[in-house]
């Protein structure tokens, strides 16, 4: 059985209808909505964008405390080249920042002291071994004598002995001859003991002589093996050479030629940049997480895409009361020598490993302050996604929210996007 529609129910659909041609003659609005419209490319379009999407995931992120730093050298491998000798210099061979091998020459001295006394010494030397040898010329040409006299009485007591013992010759002859032997061989032993005597005698005064002569020049800073050097070779030195006494960089020169010195001035100072220190000041709030010995990662300004790696090796023991700050200091090393003195850098300390949600750094872009990101959202599709970031670690950066485990991010090609978008809000 058919229901009959009441009359009131027809006259207001009929109401309706006649009032509908009215609201479409109203103006559209667009609605504004807080998430921009998706972006839809064709296959070409995506083909020359050159999109690539990777899946966001959870990954164990280093945490690090970057710290501003400078570059400065290790103190342990700095050493002063000082003067040996007062005097003047000759010659100087370097400048400041010259690299310079162990023994490498870096000036000449010439000192007139320390060449008066080696002329001195030398002098002395000389008059001592020519009195020893005179004195021993005629002590030995002497004993040559008695030997001489004691072997001619020596063969004449032998003679007239055989005599008498054959009954020819007379034993009174004979006792004279045995007493001038004697007489003859005592003298010859007291010639030969005082050659002893003398020998002894000038090595004594020698002796001497070196030990006076080594003690001024040790207040002059030379070794004693110089002193052995003028009595070997019979000649005075008054230009000394200071060497380097190892490999490094000439980080201060304070001589130059013509200019005076005196012994131990500090002419020189010679770093041995293999290793140096990075310098800088850790905030009050990071210091408990510090310990000595822990790994470093630096960087310089100078050389952007270098690493150096090193530890820490030291923990200020007071805080800055104005800046709240700690000095540290990490030992690096710098086996290429590429880290110079007073360069900027950066230290970036592990201090523990985070389990978080992370893309790659090319899927972030930037509208005004805002980072966002692209998610894959259909084969073609694409969602600009506000996100907000956390630690930054090599090519990965933390996400702390905006994106969840799973979806697929853009990473080449993000920047394509980021323009196609723009272009929609200028339309």
């Not at 007073?342 to 872009?365: E, N, P, Y």
Request: aromatic share 4%; charged share 25%.
């Amino acid at each position: 059985m058919n229901r009959l529609v009441p009359i009131w129910i027809c006259m207001l659909l009929a109401l309706s209808g006649c009032s509908q041609p009215e609201q479409n003659q109203q103006p559209a609005t667009k609605s504004i909505t807080s998430e921009p419209a998706p972006i839809k490319l064709t296959p070409d379009q995506m083909r020359r964008a050159g999109l690539v999407a990777e899946t966001a995931v959870v990954r164990n992120l280093a945490e690090n405390i970057e710290v501003a730093a400078t570059v400065q050298p290790d103190e342990t491998l700095t050493m002063p080249v000082s003067s040996l000798v007062p005097g003047r210099a000759e010659q100087v061979f370097v400048r400041l920042g010259d690299s310079v091998s162990q023994g490498q020459i870096l000036a000449r001295i010439r000192s007139d002291d320390v060449g008066s006394i080696q002329t001195d010494f030398l002098q002395r030397l000389l008059e001592q071994r020519a009195d020893a040898r005179q004195r021993l010329l005629e002590l030995r040409a002497e004993a040559k004598q008695l030997a001489t006299k004691a072997e001619f009485l020596q063969k004449q007591y032998q003679r007239k002995k055989f005599l008498v013992e054959n009954k020819i010759g007379s034993k009174a002859e004979l006792e004279a001859t045995q007493s001038e032997l004697l007489q003859a061989e005592s003298a010859l032993e007291a010639a030969q003991a005082k050659e002893k005597s003398a020998l002894e005698a000038t090595a004594a005064k020698e002796r001497a002589l070196f030990i006076t002569s080594k003690e001024k020049l040790k207040l002059h800073g030379l070794p004693e093996s110089e002193i052995d050097r003028v009595a070997k070779q019979n000649t005075v030195k008054s230009i000394f050479e200071i060497r380097a006494p190892k490999s490094g960089l000439i980080t201060s020169r304070d001589i130059d030629p013509g200019e005076t010195t005196d012994a131990n001035r500090h002419l020189f100072v010679i770093t041995d940049l293999s290793r140096i220190w990075m310098v800088g000041q850790i905030f009050e709030k990071d210091v408990s997480r510090l310990l000595l010995q822990m790994p470093v990662i630096c960087a310089v300004d100078s050389y952007p895409d270098r690493r150096f790696t090193g530890h820490l090796d030291y923990l200020g023991s007071k805080l800055d009361p104005q800046t709240r700050t700690l000095p540290i200091r990490a030992s690096v090393v710098n086996s290429d020598y590429k880290l110079r003195p007073d360069m900027f850098g950066q230290i970036s300390i592990r201090v523990g490993i985070i389990h978080t949600l992370a893309v790659s750094r090319k899927a972030l872009q930037k509208i005004g302050e805002t980072p966002i990101v692209y998610v894959q959202s259909g084969a073609n599709t694409f969602t600009e996604r506000k996100v907000v970031t956390g630690l930054i670690v090599g090519e990965q950066i933390q996400i702390i929210s905006g994106l969840t485990t799973g979806e697929l991010v853009v990473t080449e090609g993000s920047i394509h996007l980021l323009g196609t978008s723009l272009q929609h809000l200028k339309q």
